[in-house]
């Protein structure tokens, strides 16, 4: 079954520290994975998309990084701020219709000053 | 630059109500998708319009209708909403369902409380 599995499920950190959010999946045949950030109350917006070839993509202060071998991703959020405050989405998409997004639950992060 | 807007943004109903959620997008998409997300599960796929004059079922589509009214606007009808149908709903529009690496855009959310 297709799955995308994210760690932790909550996290607090103070601004200006970095922090790195895990995202592992079990799609196949996977076609390429998906970062979002969804405020609360808000949609989510795409960070980065990452195909089968790359394994690090940048967007400002967020990297997230892919090894397609172990299925594994990882965001990484550099000097954090209070607007950095956000659920972050690992989303997989299946190499078959482009619909076949699929998404994991989230990591909740929240910034304390 | 409005991107993807849905309307209203809260709706309470009693069971066994319908109501119809609006979207439109202005970004000359071809694809667009419902999704709802509820409190401890990854977003889920009610119903996709590939292309105008299109429309697939998703993951989760039991209860739900929709309609690709144009090339704009793709609408989602609860016919006799139930406690369950009780959730977020997120319309979603991307250039080509088909594309690889199809950026997602999303609209603000529709937030759905059926008593």
């Known amino acids: 079954k297709n799955q995308v599995e994210q760690s932790p499920q909550s996290l607090i950190i103070l601004e200006g520290k970095n922090c790195t959010l895990q995202c592992n999946y079990t799609v196949s045949p996977f076609s390429n994975l998906r970062w979002y950030k969804q405020d609360t109350g808000r949609g989510p917006v795409s960070l980065t998309i990452m195909t089968f070839s790359e394994n690090t993509k940048s967007n400002g202060r967020y990297t997230a990084t892919l090894d397609a071998d172990t299925k594994q991703s990882s965001l990484h959020i550099t000097a954090s701020q209070l607007s950095d405050s956000a659920s972050y989405i690992c989303?997989?998409?299946?190499?078959?219709?482009?619909?076949?997004?699929?998404f994991g639950k989230g990591t909740t992060l929240s910034v304390s000053s | 630059n409005a991107g993807v807007t849905q309307t209203p943004k809260f709706q309470v109903l009693k069971t066994g109500q319908s109501m119809t959620l609006q979207c439109a997008q202005d970004?000359?998409?071809?694809?667009m998708y419902w999704y709802r997300q509820d409190p401890g599960m990854g977003l889920r796929l009610i119903y996709y319009s590939a292309s105008e004059g299109t429309t697939d079922k998703g993951e989760v589509p039991n209860g739900y209708n929709v309609s690709r009214l144009n090339k704009r606007e793709f609408s989602l009808r609860l016919e006799s909403a139930a406690p369950s149908q009780t959730s977020v709903y997120f319309c979603?529009?991307?250039?080509?369902?088909?594309?690889?690496?199809?950026?997602?855009?999303f609209g603000e959310g529709s937030r759905l409380t059926v008593l």
């Open positions: 970004m000359n998409h071809n694809s």
């Open positions: 979603a529009s991307s250039a080509h369902a088909g594309q690889v690496t199809g950026e997602l855009f």
């Open positions: 989303v997989v998409s299946a190499r078959q219709a482009g619909t076949a997004l699929i």
